[in-house]
């Protein structure tokens, strides 16, 4: 087997997380995380629209969600795919203002712009993706992104969009558990079943696989896309809430400034009590004081219905792979929640073996798909992923209810064909109802797509043959061709996806993004010469009290003012040129000036004495 | 559409290797899946999409004894409609009669037919092994002599298994309607 990794694209892994983003990528060594300029591997999953309209992504952006938390938006991946009365839960808890017009797509207001989630975690890979190019000093157009192994067909798509609106090609959609797989795998047992649990900031995923030979086939998947550490942030949030309002005698949740900061201190605490037996919620804000212990055993008791919740996908999931708890060999532990010991000691109670957490739970999604983009490129060759769909596909059938196509778990990719025709005479056009989920009903379930089949030719009710396709990719999502049987000739299908954005909103984002990335560098120039002004403006009026500005000309002071002036003019000017080129005549004014001040300072350096 | 024990390269039988289909399926997976392909044309990414998609389908349906059934008999031209399955088998419809009543009481709250469901939940369990048995020798009949009254006979046994199947389902639920936890094996 030939490794070259040379003569291939860099292809980097990522993991899109709800709390934090990673990038990786994969060489000879291993799988790696590349870290940003500030060092740091994790860039968290935070966007803020900064008063001047740049936008900052990661820990700038986790700064501002402190001062600034109205124009900030975290865990936006909880929103992606959804629509608006989806996410109404979250919108209690989160500090997410919804713009006008947000039924199907949501846009989020952020100061005086508003994006959709797509847009928001396409600024995530964009930073992902320069943090990438500046370590290998190349550009980086490929990628391989990790979704929850639970989304569904519009989650999926709607981080397939991200990647685009960020200037990536998304070669593969990777679900988190399986990349993790790939990641431990790689110097673990040839053959065996593992499980892995995956519980992270906003999603739960439980996935069972067989490992044979370099082959790592899902058996079953199961999970909860809301369901993870933000959960727990919220419930001891509540209570510090409740607790504040007691103490200080004021409701601290209509200060959102007040709340993110008492936010960040419950989520410390948290995390301190992984690893010791007490940890204190700390807040001081506007010359206020709360502190309040909170030991391990208390804190187990208010988080147990929230990990409860991620046992009834396991013992369902086990049942879907046909496997017993004793057959199952390994469990691996992902995402940050996993450090919490509440949840360690469920799981080991469960699968009744001791969990591996060797690897950072934080990392190992990205560097298996890091793995994955080593398979996709032809660098590795002896391994390959066969993963599932979560999720039952159907169609709408008389009465509202299912009629099921392709089965959850079914390896993907998985196709199913079906043959419609009309129902009235002369009929042209049929419409299909696309749904995902378990329930009997459509309305239960949730609503993919309507595809509309058109340009049937006109005749009796019940004659036309139209045999319609519908194939799930190795991404995870759907696609549908129509062909009619008598004819052969291939149907058009129209879609209307229920959530998410169409192809054309895509484009014109993508579109956008390049020109707000040129806006945006261009205010960047701007304001980059701006300091500079403030520099040459500053020094020339200190100059304007120095014993050689007298002795210049009256001529060379007037020729002074005249270029300060007009510098002064252009300053609030949006053209960086035309202020750099005013720069350059005051300079030019001043030469004279400045070398008198030079001569000053070394006469005066001569004598001895200071100027 | 592509015949699926062709695709699997393995002999068209009833009863199989279940070893060798997932050898089979291993290795042709390695040759066939889109991941292989990400660096060719177009139009083979596509041919190695469907090609995959449907040795996926042809490994979903063989590795399941009924399924694999199912489908030889559509091959062999069978119709296996969803409607035969719902007509009851003759030789149960005094059993189900009297099970439709104790089901109906055990809903409407009278929880005094919970033994005779219990009882019934036995007995349709039983008669659902005793049919796999005869699936079972049915399908040795049919490799051994490839006859179309076999897989008739097939087909009435399948329909049977079937709507047994959904009795006891049925019987279950009445019996448990909450979410029943999974029994340790």
């Known amino acids: 087997m030939e490794i070259d990794f040379d003569t291939t694209d860099h292809i980097v892994g990522i993991d899109l997380g709800t709390t934090n983003s990673l990038v990786a990528f994969m060489d000879l060594t291993g799988p790696r995380i590349i870290p940003g300029a500030d060092g740091g591997k994790l860039v968290p999953s935070v966007v803020s629209v900064t008063e001047n309209g740049s936008i900052a992504v990661g820990n700038p952006a986790r700064e501002l969600l402190l001062t600034h938390p109205e124009r900030t938006v975290y865990s936006v991946k909880r929103l992606m795919g959804r629509g608006l009365d989806d996410v109404q839960e979250e919108l209690k808890l989160f500090p997410f203002r919804v713009a006008p017009g947000s039924e199907s797509v949501i846009h989020l207001q952020l100061g005086e712009r508003t994006f959709t989630p797509p847009e928001i975690s396409a600024f995530v890979l964009r930073q992902l993706k320069q943090n990438a190019e500046e370590y290998f000093g190349v550009p980086v157009n490929k990628a391989v992104i990790t979704v929850p192994a639970y989304f569904n067909d519009a989650q999926r798509q709607a981080t397939k969009d991200a990647g685009r609106i960020a200037g990536l090609e998304v070669l593969r959609l990777v679900n988190e558990p399986t990349a993790a797989s790939l990641a431990y795998g790689l110097d673990k047992r040839e053959n065996g079943i593992i499980a892995v649990y995956d519980l992270g900031g906003g999603t739960f995923d439980i996935s069972i696989l067989k490992l044979h030979d370099g082959i790592f086939e899902v058996l079953a998947t199961n999970g909860d896309t809301h369901l993870g550490g933000d959960d727990i942030d919220n419930l001891l949030l509540r209570i510090a809430l409740e607790d504040v309002a007691t103490e200080w005698g004021e409701d601290l949740s209509k200060d959102s400034e007040g709340v993110q900061r008492l936010r960040r201190a419950v989520i410390q605490a948290k995390e301190q009590l992984s690893f010791v037996p007490v940890a204190t919620i700390d807040l001081e804000y506007r010359g206020k004081k709360y502190q309040r212990q909170i030991n391990r055993e208390l804190f187990d008791k208010l988080i147990t219905p929230i990990v409860d919740r991620t046992l009834g996908p396991c013992r369902d999931c086990i049942k879907d792979a046909g496997v017993s708890v004793e057959q199952i060999d390994e469990v691996v532990m992902v995402g940050g929640s996993t450090r919490i010991p509440l949840v360690r000691s469920a799981v080991e109670t469960l699968f009744r073996a001791k969990p591996h957490t060797e690897l950072n739970p934080d990392e190992v999604v990205a560097l298996g798909a890091a793995v994955q983009a080593a398979i996709l490129s032809g660098a590795v060759e002896d391994k390959l992923l066969l993963d599932v769909t979560p999720l039952s596909l159907g169609i709408e059938t008389m009465g509202g209810v299912v009629s099921k196509l392709i089965h959850r778990n079914s390896t993907i990719p998985a196709s199913a064909t079906e043959v419609f025709t009309t129902g009235v005479d002369g009929q042209t056009n049929v419409l299909i109802h696309v749904v995902q989920g378990e329930r009997e009903l459509v309305k239960d379930n949730r609503s993919l797509a309507r595809f509309d089949l058109k340009g049937i030719d006109p005749m009796q009710a019940g004659m036309a043959r139209i045999e319609v396709r519908f194939l799930i990719d190795a991404n995870g999502i759907l696609s549908v061709t129509a062909r009619d049987q008598r004819t052969g000739k291939e149907h058009t299908v129209e879609v209307k996806p229920s959530y998410g954005l169409t192809d054309e909103q895509v484009e014109q984002m993508i579109q956008e993004s390049f020109e707000k990335a040129e806006a945006d560098f261009a205010a960047r120039q701007v304001r980059e010469q701006r300091v500079e002004a403030d520099a040459i403006l500053g020094a020339v009026e200190k100059a304007r009290h120095h014993d050689a500005y007298f002795e210049l000309t009256d001529d060379e002071r007037a020729a002074i003012d005249k270029s300060v002036n007009e510098l002064l003019l252009v300053y609030n000017a949006d053209d960086h040129h035309l202020i750099a080129a005013k720069i350059e005549e005051v300079n030019q004014a001043t030469l004279k000036l400045a070398e008198n001040m030079m001569n000053t300072a070394v006469r005066g350096a001569l004598k001895g004495t200071k100027i | ?185």
């Open chain 2, 1 to 185: 559409m592509t015949d699926y024990y062709a695709l699997l390269g393995i002999p068209r039988t009833l009863n199989l290797s279940l070893d060798l289909l997932q050898q089979r399926y291993y290795e042709l997976s390695r040759e066939l899946h889109p991941d292989r392909y990400m660096r060719k044309p177009v139009a083979e990414q596509q041919r190695a999409l469907e090609m995959s998609s449907a040795l996926n389908d042809a490994y979903r349906t063989l590795r399941d004894p009924l399924q694999r059934a199912m489908y030889v008999l559509v091959q062999e031209g069978f119709d296996i409609g969803e409607r035969r399955s719902k007509d009851v088998p003759p030789e149960l419809l005094e059993e189900v009669f009297e099970l439709n009543m104790a089901l109906e009481e055990m809903r409407s709250g009278d929880d005094s037919a919970r033994p005779q469901l219990e009882q019934a939940e036995r007995s349709f369990t039983n008669m659902l092994a005793e049919v796999d048995q005869q699936i079972q020798g049915l399908f040795v009949r049919y490799d051994a002599n490839s006859s179309r009254d076999t897989l008739l006979e097939l087909r009435t046994a399948l329909n049977r298994r079937k709507y047994i199947q959904n009795l006891v389902g049925e019987v279950h639920r009445t019996l448990a309607p909450s979410h029943q936890p999974l029994a340790p094996k």
